[in-house]
């Protein structure tokens, strides 16, 4: 039995707003940045809050919310897994990143 685990859960507002390509087949790939905020206290013993941004990618499929509903502002929560990539540059330097490959999102009810 497999006993590793990859997930990753997210609150947080959209940056901007997505970029949502078609592939073939009509199904669609969003990408968007999402802020997620934490306050802590400092050495000093003030409040500080720090934002994380973090690249959300997801694909269409049954049961994925309506992707026209994701715009900058929006507050949102996902559960998705995280992925690192290799690529190239144009200058031809390996060039390493992360995203966060969502199968679940979802605008949380309001408080």
Do not use: C
Request: charged content about 30%; aromatic content about 10%; cysteine-free.
């Amino acid at each position: 039995m497999e006993r590793t685990l990859n997930r990753v859960e997210l609150r947080g507002n959209v940056g901007a707003d997505p970029k949502v390509t078609e592939l073939e087949g009509g199904v669609k790939v969003i990408r968007f940045s999402l802020a997620t905020h934490e306050v802590f206290k400092g050495k000093d013993g003030q409040f500080k809050e720090e934002t994380m941004w973090h690249s959300i990618a997801a694909w269409s499929s049954k049961g994925m919310m309506d992707f026209s509903k994701v715009r900058k502002g929006v507050f949102l929560e996902l559960v998705g897994r995280l992925r690192y990539f290799k690529y190239v540059s144009k200058s031809g330097e390996d060039k390493y990143s992360s995203e966060i490959v969502a199968y679940k999102m979802s605008l949380p009810d309001p408080d």
